[in-house]
Structures are given as structure tokens and as C-alpha cells.
């Protein structure tokens, strides 16, 4: 058993040690390829703390050499940018959150570069892909009362691309080597002398990231059911109740932990970074009052805890400690709980980080904002307004502090308390704009107060929420209307968590257009079983969900009624609301002729699928025979009210009536009828005539590519003539006799790619530009051995060699001639030179060497019958409308020699 274990080991060792061995070389521990992506969070700030510029940064792997070099796609996601000007002032930028404009459907254009790193994460190569428009700064603390001009920078101007570059190599190199686990930190120099901070680190990969910080600990006497979650992850316990959970943080948000279950939820949030290790001690028992912290981040644990007493005093769930209190007694109350915080504050304050209280100081005045906005807008704050009653018993400034705030100076998006302020906030200055707008509420008054008084991320959270709203009412004539508007808001905006949401909306809503097929095709009943929509098709239908007391649909009972016997069926689908007495009425409609009751399940909200229904809500839905939409229409207001017994009755009538011909529609019909016989005969003579044609342009099409074909052989003999072939093998030969055995298998092996290529290449009339140029590259490697010459080749950025068609084997006759007539005599002192460019609508090839030129007239029959060749070719192309042509010039400058032929293909 010894003996097996040690050879066990043994094994493990040998395995291992090819992984230890290039370990020790420095060989990378992560080996990306293309298509990987990682996203990075990068803060540059000042020495003095007067600029705070973030970015979110994602790399993109879009190419991998054979020698391990990546090619990156540099993008910024967002840029969150924000810089003093002094007292006090700040401005600042979003590319999330832009200045709104309104009819500007044009996205705003990201910032992108190429970055090209070698094997171990060093920066060989950074060069822009985008030029994005210049950014302007606008005011984001408190107005003073002077003009607040909009400052404007340009993208370079931000973050230099030598900073881009020293951070990207930071990153891709911790990377590399695996050491993603802590933030990074490094001093940029800036222009004018001093430091610029940046710390940066990796938040999301296409692959696994490694963990990056430590909680563990004990919770005795865990009953039943109880569970600990860390970030929507479940942590599971020892026997003993201890557990330990590696974790990957984000230093800018929180970690959140859930013990216990049920109502008795116990919750902590904590910010964490990278290296930090929290360690919980607890008894389920009485956590609150037991848990205990220790580890480096101990201190942050704690405050977390005590601030959480006084958030759930001052917030409005305890809104019982507040509603009834006078407004001198609110007052005191919420001095209470700011000195409560602030004592808390002070005695942390020297065992946690400025950011950490910085973020706390901001999050409390929001707690304490809404719970001063829930406690004035439901005291008759409208009706005081209208009435110009005095709010005396207010003392100065208690409403300045709302008007004030700088809701655009925390980066609080995330944050719950922060984005129910902005809900109450809206609310609030919608009330102080109704005494100038008459009273007017809906999307569009909510638009224009949320444009006059908010920016940034407040502005398009304001928007998204008034969209959320209004295409809740299925109303598709309000939807038309707001089609700019959405369109605008989905352009402009950045933040996909704002857009999506109403994306989804919009076309939910747009699936109810008159005419459109029904969404919902099937109801989900209490009782398990479905109700298929469709076995009603054949007759209009009216189908009524009601998510209210049952007993309000009493109403309808009348307007069923007048309907004509089996003109129209009505279904009655009912959620369950929980109710005190049993409804009346229910029997009444199951008992009514053509009516079908039902009663929906609410689990899992199925049957909401395309209806999309709040509870306290009743909408009607109108279809023709064939299931078609006719109209959706959402009721604010019980049966009784004559606006919407007469609005509902139009509905059931406009059903009835979709299924009904009337003698303009006959007449109609009758006249599509005949226009549409007609039409039929016309453009069958019309077909018939354009098939004459295009088979005559066929015919002469295919005697065409019978010419080019032959062609085409004749340039494949000229190309590939004995004189050509006979020197490559001598060539061979004479390596191999000279033992340069590694030389002479290159050479094969480029010759015999040579081969194939070319005999692939004549089985088309057209090739890719990138084919025949790789042809053209291994003929030229190949005479580079034998001739010892220089050359490259040159392709404008404009032309896309994978797309661009030119016929095949044009080129090398032209590469050949500068070859064999022009460089041969030259040695390692010749130089061909092949540039290839667009010029609408033309592809030219220009091929320059510096050999004898054309001083002499006599030229080699090869090289004439190559020539001809290929202007034989040209001359076919044209046939097209567009001319190609082919140009020879000789340089006879003192100072200048060779050969510059000018190949011009028209291109489609």
C-alpha cells in the first residue's frame, strides 16, 4: 500500500512539473483567445481632490497571432466625469446620462481604440478606431446665481492615450500573470507637472475571475429553513454552523448577506475590497444583538449595523413614527435621528475610510429627504399651494433643503434609497409646477417638469418611470404620441437597466395595434386547466379582466344585455382579490347567453402575459371574427360613470360592427376585385417581356464567360511558363546539394502553396483581392530566394480585401515582368513596391521597382504576351460600361530608375 501511494506521488510530481517548469520561465498563467472580454473600472483622480474622472473599460480579444500576440478592442462603455472649477463648483459629464436632446436620433459615439500586447500583457501598439464629438461639462452642484457656462473638453484631453496606454498594461499584465485579486494603483504624470492617481481593476470576464475576498464564520443554533445568502449566493454550513464563502467583490458597491428566513430575514450590507477578510460570529437566537465582527474590515461591518437602527426608525416603513406628528414635532424628529447619525459617524471616523462615510453621509440625506416628502405631500400640500395658504409653521429652509440638493453629485444609481427620494421628488415639484400648468398630470406634464428640473441620471430615471406609467394604460393612441419621445429616450440614453425595461413595454403595447393578432391566445384558470381564446373565433369578442372587487363588473350586466342575440360572446376573466363578503353577481353573469366566466390563477402572474394588469385595475379587449385586435382600452373608473358606460358600449359596438359588410365596403370590394384582375393580367405581359429579356442577357452573359475562361488558361501557361518552373526546381535542387535542407523544404513548401493556389484560383473568373494577393506574396517569396530583392506591399485602410473581387491572376504577370526585367541584376539592392487603393469607382494596383526601366524597346516575347493578356482581360471587363486600363512609365530621372505600371479595375 507504500509502494502504491509513492508511486501515486511520483506521477502527480511528473505530471506537474512541465506546469511548474514554465511557471518559472514566466510563462502566463491565463492564455486568452479570441473572443474573450474583460470589463474594467478605472478612477483617475488629483493630489488635491479636484477632479474624480471613472470609466468603465471593456477589453475585447478580437485577434491571436501564432506567436501569442492579442490584438484588444479598446471601448469605452461609459465615462463618469466630474472636476472643480473652483468654490466649490463643480461640473460634470455622463455618457450614460447626456444632456437630453429631443429629436436627436443619433447615438452618441464611443471612444474605441486597438491595442496590441505581446504574450506577458506588454503594450506593442495602441492607435484610435473612433473620433468621438468633444464632451461638454455642465453644472452639477448647486446653481449659484452668476451664468454657469457649459465647459468643453475634448475625448483626448481626459485620458491621454499614454495614461490609456501605462493603465491598459497595468491591467492586461496583472492579468496575465493571475493577480487580478487586488486593485491596482499607479501615479500618471500629467502635463503641467504633479501626479494624477488612477486605480483600476477587472469587475467581469468572459471567464472565471478569481475570487477576491474572504468571509467566514459561526452563527449558533441555526433552526430549520434558516439560509445565508452572500450576493444572491447560497452559502452552505458545517455541522457546527461555521461556513466559509470566497467571494468577488466590486469596491464600489456593497456586499449584501441574508440570514434566517421569512419575515425574519436578518440583512447586512458592508462594503468590501479586494484582499479583505470579514469574520461573523452569531447566535440565531437573537442575531441582531449577538453578531460580532472581526477581521480587516471589522469596523465597516459594525457601522453597517448600527446605521441600520436609525435608517429604520427615520425611513418611511416606520412611517407610524412620523405621519401624525405636527411639523414641530417631525422636525425634532429627524434632528434626533441626524444626531443619532452623525455621533455614530464620529466614532468611526478614524477606523473607516472617507469614501465609506462619504457614501453613508450622501445615503442618509436621501433616507431623510423622502420621509420629509412623504410627510408634506399627503397633508393637503396641493390644496395649501392653490389656496396660496402660508406655511408658517415651517421653519426657514426646511424647503430650500429639498429644492437644493445635489441629487447629480453622487454616483448613487444603484441605490434604493437614493432612487425612491427621486420618485417623491418628482412628485413634489410636479405639485409646485401644477399651479402653473393648470392642474395638468399624465406623461406629458410629467416630461416637461422632469426636462425643467432635473439632469443626468435623476432626469432619465424620472422619464423611464413616466413611461413605465403611461404605457401601462395600453392606450395605443398615447402611444403614437410618445413614439418620438420613446425613440429620443432610447437613442440618448446609455443606461440599458432604464431602457430595456421600456423597450419590453413598448412592444408589448405595440403588439395590441388594431389589426394585429391577438397576444394573448390563452387564459390560465384557478382550476389549473386553460381557456383557449381562439374556440370563440367566428363571432367578434369582448374579453373583460377585472382585478377588482368582483362586484363592480354589476355594471356590465345591462350593457351585455341590450347586445343582440349572438352578435358578439363576451368572456369575464376574474382574478382573485381577497374580499371580506362573497360577491353578488358572480352567478348573475354565469347565468347570462353568450357570456363565459372564469376565474384566473394567480400564481405566478401567467395570466398577465400580454395583458398586463394592475391589481385595482379593469381593462376591456375588443376582437373581430378572425381574432384579429380591435381595440384595448384600460378603465380608471367603476361601472356608473356615463363617460365609461359610453366608452365601453362603443367598443362592443365597433366589435359587432367589424364583422358586418356594408354596402360602401361591397362596392369597394368589388372594385378591389376588378383592379386586382387587371393588375394580374398587366403585369403578367410585364413578367413574361422581362424574361425575354434577361434570358437574351443570359445567352450573351454565358458566351462572355466562355471568352474569359479561355483566357484564362492562356494566362495560367504564361504565368507558370517551363522558364519559371525550371528555375525553382534548380533552385531546390541546389539547395539540397548544398545541404540546406531546412531552406530547400521552405522553398518546397511555399512552392507547392504557390501551386495550389493558382489552381484553385483558375477554377473562378472572380477571386478576393486577399486571395490573389497571398499569391502574389508567395511568388515573391519564392524569387526573393533565388534574386535576393526587397518588397512589400501597401493596402489603403479603405479597401476591404475580403469583400473586393478582381479577376484572378491579373497581378503577377505585372510582378513578374518588374522581377525577371527589372530586379534580377539589382541583388539585395532591389526594391518592388505594390500599392493597392480605392478610387471610387475603381481599384487601382500600382506596382514600382527600381530596376533598368524601359530604355530599351526590345522586351521579351514573355513579357509582351503577358501584357496583352492582361489588357485582353481589361478589354472584356469594359463591357460593363466601365473601363479598366493598364499603364507602363519608366522614371529616367538622373537620380531615378525602374519601372511604375498603373493597374485601374473597375469594381461593382
Not at 486593485?183 to 477587472?202: H, M, P, R, T, W
Not at 371574427?625 to 384595448?632: K, P
Not at 356608473?640 to 360592427?657: M, P, Q, S
Not at 496583352?868 to 471587363?877: A, M, Q, S, Y
Request: glycine share 6%; proline share 3%; with cysteine.
Amino acid at each position: 500500500m507504500k509502494h502504491k501511494k509513492l508511486l501515486s506521488l511520483a506521477i502527480i510530481l511528473l505530471l506537474t512539473s512541465p506546469q511548474m517548469l514554465f511557471a518559472k520561465k514566466g510563462e502566463p498563467v491565463l492564455r486568452l483567445k479570441s473572443g474573450d472580454w474583460f470589463e474594467t473600472d478605472v478612477q483617475v483622480t488629483d493630489v488635491s481632490r479636484t477632479m474624480d474622472y471613472n470609466f468603465n473599460i471593456r477589453y475585447e480579444v478580437s485577434e491571436k497571432s501564432a506567436d501569442g500576440n492579442l490584438v484588444f478592442k479598446v471601448s469605452f462603455d461609459r465615462m463618469n466625469l466630474k472636476t472643480s472649477t473652483g468654490a466649490n463648483r463643480w461640473v460634470g459629464y455622463d455618457s450614460y446620462y447626456p444632456p437630453y436632446l429631443e429629436n436627436n436620433m443619433k447615438s452618441l459615439t464611443k471612444q474605441v481604440y486597438e491595442l496590441t500586447t505581446d504574450v506577458s500583457g506588454k503594450i506593442l501598439k495602441l492607435k484610435s478606431l473612433s473620433y468621438p464629438q468633444k464632451i461638454d461639462f455642465t453644472l452639477i452642484s448647486v446653481k449659484s446665481r452668476r451664468s454657469d457656462p457649459i465647459i468643453t473638453f475634448s475625448p483626448d484631453s481626459i485620458l491621454s492615450k499614454i495614461h490609456l496606454k501605462q493603465i491598459s498594461e497595468a491591467i492586461v499584465t496583472s492579468l496575465m500573470s493571475g493577480k487580478t485579486a487586488k486593485e491596482i494603483q499607479l501615479s500618471l504624470k500629467n502635463a503641467v507637472g504633479g501626479d494624477y492617481l488612477a486605480n483600476a481593476y477587472v469587475k467581469s470576464a468572459s471567464f472565471s475571475l478569481p475570487k477576491n475576498a474572504v468571509i467566514r464564520g459561526n452563527i449558533a443554533h441555526i433552526a430549520e429553513g434558516d439560509s445565508l445568502y452572500i450576493n444572491d449566493e447560497l452559502i452552505k454550513f458545517d455541522k457546527d454552523g461555521s461556513f466559509t464563502a470566497n467571494i468577488l467583490v466590486d469596491p464600489k458597491s456593497m456586499t449584501s448577506l441574508f440570514f434566517g428566513k421569512g419575515a425574519n430575514l436578518k440583512t447586512l450590507d458592508v462594503f468590501l475590497k479586494p484582499s479583505d477578510t470579514l469574520l461573523i460570529k452569531a447566535d440565531a437566537l437573537d442575531f441582531n444583538k449577538a453578531v460580532s465582527f472581526s477581521g480587516n474590515c471589522a469596523a465597516k461591518a459594525a457601522l453597517s449595523k448600527e446605521l441600520k437602527a436609525v435608517y429604520e426608525d427615520q425611513f418611511v416603513t416606520n412611517e407610524n413614527n412620523f405621519k401624525a406628528k405636527s411639523p414641530e414635532e417631525f422636525i425634532s424628529f429627524q434632528k434626533k435621528g441626524k444626531d443619532d447619525f452623525d455621533a455614530i459617524l464620529k466614532r468611526y471616523k478614524n477606523r473607516v475610510s472617507s469614501e465609506v462615510l462619504n457614501h453613508y453621509i450622501a445615503e442618509y440625506s436621501y433616507v431623510q429627504g423622502r420621509t420629509k416628502l412623504e410627510y408634506i405631500l399627503p397633508n393637503n400640500y396641493l390644496q395649501r399651494l392653490k389656496s396660496n395658504r402660508s406655511f408658517d409653521e415651517f421653519p426657514k429652509g426646511f424647503f430650500l433643503s429639498i429644492d437644493t440638493m445635489p441629487v447629480l453629485m453622487d454616483n448613487l444609481q444603484d441605490n434604493w434609497y437614493y432612487q425612491f427620494y427621486l420618485s417623491e421628488l418628482l412628485n413634489y415639484q410636479q405639485v409646485k409646477l401644477a399651479m402653473v400648468n393648470g392642474d395638468q398630470y399624465g406623461f406629458f406634464a410629467d416630461f416637461a417638469t422632469s426636462l425643467a428640473s432635473l439632469k443626468g441620471y435623476p432626469l432619465y430615471y424620472s422619464i423611464s418611470e413616466s413611461f413605465k406609467e403611461e404605457l401601462g394604460r395600453s392606450d395605443l393612441a398615447s402611444t403614437e404620441r410618445l413614439k418620438p419621445y420613446y425613440e429620443d429616450f432610447i437613442s440618448v440614453c446609455g443606461d440599458t437597466s432604464l431602457t430595456n425595461p421600456i423597450k419590453v413595454l413598448w412592444t408589448k403595447v405595440r403588439q395590441w395595434l388594431p389589426g394585429s393578432p391577438s397576444p394573448v391566445k390563452e387564459l390560465f384558470l384557478k382550476d389549473g386547466s386553460l381557456l383557449n381564446l381562439t374556440k370563440f373565433k367566428g363571432k367578434p369578442l369582448v374579453l373583460i379582466v377585472n382585478y377588482e372587487n368582483p362586484n363592480i363588473l354589476e355594471g356590465y350586466i345591462n350593457l351585455i344585455k341590450k347586445q343582440k342575440g349572438n352578435q358578439v360572446h363576451f368572456v369575464i376573466a376574474q382574478l382573485n382579490v381577497p374580499t371580506l363578503e362573497k360577491s353578488r353577481i358572480v352567478q348573475k353573469l354565469k347565468e347570462l347567453t353568450d357570456v363565459t366566466y372564469v376565474e384566473l390563477s394567480g400564481e405566478g402572474d401567467k395570466q398577465q402575459e400580454g395583458v398586463d394588469i394592475k391589481f385595482m385595475e379593469t381593462k376591456v379587449f375588443t376582437f373581430d371574427s378572425d381574432f384579429r385586435v380591435i381595440s384595448s382600452y384600460l378603465l380608471s373608473t367603476v361601472i356608473g360613470d356615463h363617460a365609461i358606460d359610453n366608452r365601453v358600449e362603443d367598443l362592443i359596438k365597433k366589435a359587432i360592427a367589424s364583422d358586418t359588410m356594408t354596402p360602401e365596403q361591397k362596392a369597394s370590394l368589388i372594385n378591389t376585385i376588378g383592379w386586382s384582375v387587371g393588375s394580374i393580367l398587366f403585369t403578367s405581359i410585364i413578367i413574361f417581356a422581362v424574361y425575354r429579356a434577361r434570358l437574351t442577357e443570359l445567352k450573351k452573359k454565358n458566351a462572355l464567360k466562355n471568352q474569359i475562361r479561355e483566357l484564362e488558361i492562356k494566362a495560367i501557361r504564361s504565368q507558370m511558363n517551363p522558364h519559371f518552373l525550371f528555375n525553382s526546381m534548380n533552385s531546390i535542387q541546389y539547395l539540397i546539394n548544398d545541404k540546406q535542407y531546412l531552406q530547400a523544404n521552405i522553398y518546397l513548401e511555399k512552392f507547392s502553396l504557390l501551386m495550389r493556389r493558382v489552381l484553385n484560383n483558375s477554377e473562378a473568373s472572380f477571386v478576393t483581392l486577399s486571395d490573389e494577393l497571398e499569391a502574389i506574396k508567395l511568388y515573391c517569396e519564392l524569387e526573393q530566394l533565388r534574386f535576393d530583392f526587397k518588397f512589400e506591399i501597401n493596402i489603403s485602410p479603405d479597401v476591404n480585401t475580403r469583400l473586393t473581387e478582381i479577376p484572378g491572376m491579373i497581378i503577377q504577370p505585372l510582378v513578374e515582368n518588374s522581377v525577371l526585367h527589372g530586379l534580377a541584376q539589382k541583388g539585395a539592392e532591389g526594391e518592388l513596391v505594390i500599392s493597392i487603393n480605392y478610387q471610387q469607382p475603381y481599384l487601382k494596383i500600382i506596382v514600382t521597382d527600381n530596376g533598368a526601366g524601359l530604355k530599351e524597346k526590345g522586351s521579351t516575347h514573355h513579357q509582351s504576351f503577358g501584357l496583352k493578356l492582361v489588357r485582353e482581360r481589361l478589354n472584356l471587363l469594359n463591357a460593363g460600361g466601365l473601363a479598366g486600363n493598364l499603364e507602363l512609365s519608366s522614371s529616367l530621372g538622373e537620380n531615378q530608375s525602374g519601372v511604375t505600371a498603373i493597374l485601374t479595375i473597375p469594381i461593382d
